[in-house]
């Protein structure tokens, strides 16, 4: 069972907004700003597009944005396209001995 | 262009010792922390410890702690994974991803390490 809780999948049709959501505690999203996201293709390795709740790395389509409330972050897709269908993981920094913790995983699927 | 380049996939018998690799390439090795990141089949990503190749100071996730052995060589610019006795429940695909010193993002990310272990 994973540390952070995430949906194991969502799906919409292209156009559409999706909104992944990723629940934790007070000692990890909730206690730091340091929530960051990675897509994952199948057989390919993760790739960051979210870090620091917020902020997207040059290159990231603007139509991926991130957000927190209390213990649960959320990803968002405005305007899905068939090339976003992956796995999205979150990630949460908690502290010193256990450092970073991850979701199980969202499989995104476009109709 | 910045790239971590990992070891190829090993099978191996239960009991068995194993070293993996995580060289980088294109950017200084010593500004980054290198991580070592668990996908179990089928399963999410998980955090196992990391490594300053500046100095091989390591943070080990506890229930890692005692099983594998995180190091690095800073004049090679690689990092390695290591175990002396693989379990079954080892089999995974293992990551190496680096980090920057005062960040808390993994920003770029090996291909990974498919390991098989099998009686």
């Known amino acids: 069972q994973s540390a952070l809780t995430q949906p194991r999948s969502v799906s919409g049709s292209p156009g559409q907004s999706i909104t992944i959501s990723c629940t934790g505690t007070?000692?990890?999203?909730?206690?730091?700003?340091?929530v960051s996201w990675y897509q994952q293709h199948p057989g390919k390795a993760p790739k960051f597009i979210i870090y620091?709740?917020?902020k997207r790395p040059s290159g990231v389509p603007d139509r991926f944005s991130g957000s927190k409330s209390g213990n649960t972050a959320s990803l968002t897709i405005s305007g899905l396209q068939a090339e976003d269908e992956a796995d999205y993981h979150c990630?949460?920094?908690?502290?010193?001995?256990?450092?970073?913790?991850f979701g199980g995983g969202t499989k995104v699927t476009v109709l | 262009e910045v790239q971590l380049v990992q070891s190829g996939a090993e099978v191996k018998k239960p009991g068995e010792s194993l070293r993996m690799s995580c060289k980088g390439h294109?950017?200084?090795?010593?500004?980054?922390?290198i991580n070592w990141v668990r996908q179990m089949p089928g399963k999410g990503l998980e955090w196992m410890g990391s490594?300053?190749?500046?100095?091989?100071?390591?943070s080990y996730r506890p229930s890692f702690q005692g099983h594998v052995t995180i190091s690095a060589d800073k004049f090679l610019n690689t990092a390695y994974l290591q175990w002396s006795s693989l379990k079954v429940s080892d089999t995974a695909i293992y990551y190496c991803?680096?980090?920057?010193?005062?960040?808390?993002?993994?920003?770029?990310w090996g291909q990974g390490t498919l390991v098989t272990v099998s009686s």
């Open positions: 007070s000692s990890d999203i909730g206690g730091y700003n340091y």
């Open positions: 620091d709740v917020t």
């Open positions: 990630c949460s920094y908690r502290g010193f001995y256990s450092a970073w913790v």
């Open positions: 294109g950017y200084n090795f010593t500004n980054y922390w």
């Open positions: 490594i300053d190749p500046s100095d091989s100071y390591t």
């Open positions: 991803a680096r980090r920057m010193q005062g960040t808390k993002w993994f920003d770029s």
